[in-house]
């Protein structure tokens, strides 16, 4: 009896002090009244004056005199009750959300939206090509491109992106092709098609004049298709796919097509055949401009992908077109005026032209907005309507076909195919020629072709690391003025020893 009575005494303190720690109150160390008879001696010189515990029970012995029956005071009955069958009153524990049990970050993906910071966000969205988030190199454009001048200057590029991106956008969805190559040109060209970089690279995709071969596209002396908006991205799509096809890896590919693909093979090869591009990258086995390409793109491109993220408003005023196949020459100046299109617009799309009148050749694809289609070829399908204005030059003594290409900047070829059986070799006194208005002149038409009415040239001869844009600033003239005054264009690689025409000194 006397052990029954001690494990009683136990269990109604354990009771009692398990509640007062779950209450969490202020008297959470008070126990529940217990008559002192039943805890004997012992017991009551293990309290306190105010009847806290002062320490740790001391072990039970074991054999101990016999007491009265264990009596529990009336509120200690009610306490363990309470216990027993806990009040729906009492509040519940917050609950702390959950960890993952191996260790790893919980799922942000589960919280809303505003309870993540901005990258957080980034880095649940969907991207055809995966970011690499950890890549010191990416993460450095991203916040170049995030700051106010990035942010500038991605807002500046996409409102030159407008007039294209429809288009754009709408192939590489034709082509199944990561979304994000739509911005490869923000780094390109910035959406330029009369974008010329310092090695010759011309349009918006920035196609070299021998890396068009395969790829749909000419350079005549009336058009440079890399500046042709619809061939040159058709071009770009599938030289990345072919590049793709070839390495099996987007940022392979990608780099490949700045750095041409025979660099990306070798690279691989050096790398025991990984197709990793942040392998390849990690081992510097490509060069330095085409390894930093690829994050740079990247870079841009997750941020563009979703603009809105980041509070940038891009431009809306995109342009539907439609590709109209010619049958005569057009002077763009005149439609646009007939036709109520603003000369820029159709110069914008057309921007593969030399000149603002089209080719000869029939079948030319004239790009205008698609609201003004139906006005447009009801101008074309008349055959009275004047689209190609002339101007008529009386030959004169003394004249030679070759002085009057050179006064006119245009190609004798291209007189002789306005002029119906003209025979380069045999002109005539007062014969007369028809020259294109839309070709204008480099210098006023009066005076002989050939004689002292022209401005006065000298000849440079080409050194080592000039360029036309360079002799272009030390003459006083632009590059194309100069391209047109050689007959060159302006991506032409000029030679060492290579003579050309400049304005002479005054």
């Not at 942000?108 to 969205?125: F, G, H, R, V, Y």
């Not at 914008?348 to 003004?372: M, S, V």
């Not at 309507?385 to 050179?406: F, H, N, Q």
């Amino acid at each position: 009896m006397t052990k029954i009575r001690y494990i009683g005494i136990l269990v109604s303190l354990c009771i009692a002090v398990s509640f007062a720690s779950a209450k969490g109150v202020e008297g959470a160390t008070s126990l529940p009244a217990v008559s002192s008879d039943v805890l004997g001696s012992s017991a009551s010189s293990e309290m306190s004056a105010g009847g806290s515990p002062a320490a740790i029970p001391a072990p039970l012995p074991q054999s101990v005199p016999e007491t009265q029956p264990t009596t529990v005071s009336p509120d200690a009955a009610a306490e363990i009750a309470s216990l027993e069958s806990p009040s729906s009153e009492s509040p519940e524990e917050p609950q702390a959300a959950p960890l993952e049990e191996n260790g790893e970050e919980p799922d942000l993906s589960q919280l809303q939206p505003e309870e993540l910071t901005i990258e957080e966000q980034a880095k649940n969205l969907q991207y055809d090509i995966p970011m690499p988030w950890s890549h010191e190199l990416f993460e450095k454009y991203r916040q170049y491109y995030l700051s106010d001048k990035g942010r500038k200057i991605l807002l500046s590029t996409m409102e030159k992106a407008a007039p294209f991106m429809d288009y754009i956008q709408s192939k590489v969805t034709e082509y199944g092709v990561p979304q994000e190559l739509a911005y490869l040109p923000v780094i390109e060209s910035a959406f330029s098609p009369f974008a010329v970089s310092r090695s010759g690279a011309t349009g918006i995709w920035q196609f070299m004049r021998n890396s068009i071969g395969g790829y749909g596209m000419t350079i005549t002396e009336w058009v440079d298709d890399r500046r042709d908006f619809m061939k040159s991205t058709d071009a770009a799509l599938n030289k990345l796919i072919d590049n793709y096809n070839d390495l099996k890896d987007w940022p392979l590919a990608i780099a490949a097509y700045n750095a041409g693909l025979g660099a990306l093979r070798r690279a691989v090869d050096a790398a025991g055949g990984d197709t990793d591009f942040w392998n390849i990258y990690d081992k510097g086995l490509v060069s330095r401009q085409a390894l930093d390409y690829v994050p740079k793109f990247l870079a841009v491109a997750s941020i563009l992908r979703y603009p809105e993220l980041y509070g940038l408003e891009l431009p809306s005023s995109h342009i539907r077109w439609e590709a109209i196949p010619l049958d005569r020459q057009v002077d763009i100046k005149l439609l646009a005026a007939k036709a109520e299109i603003p000369l820029d617009t159709l110069k914008l799309g057309n921007a593969e032209l030399h000149y603002t009148i089209t080719p000869p050749e029939n079948a030319h694809l004239l790009k205008i907005p698609a609201d003004k289609s139906e006005e447009v070829k009801a101008i074309l399908s008349d055959p009275n309507a004047p689209l190609v204005r002339y101007e008529i030059y009386k030959v004169k003594e003394g004249d030679t076909l070759t002085a009057i290409s050179k006064r006119y900047g245009i190609s004798i070829s291209m007189i002789a195919k306005v002029n119906a059986g003209l025979n380069p070799d045999r002109l005539k006194i007062g014969q007369k020629l028809m020259i294109p208005l839309s070709l204008q002149p480099l210098q006023p038409s009066s005076g002989s072709a050939g004689g002292a009415g022209g401005a006065r040239t000298a000849i440079h001869t080409i050194q080592k690391g000039d360029t036309l844009y360079g002799l272009a600033r030390r003459y006083g003239t632009t590059a194309q003025k100069l391209a047109n005054l050689n007959g060159i264009y302006l991506d032409s690689v000029l030679r060492i020893g290579q003579k050309l025409k400049v304005p002479a000194a005054p």
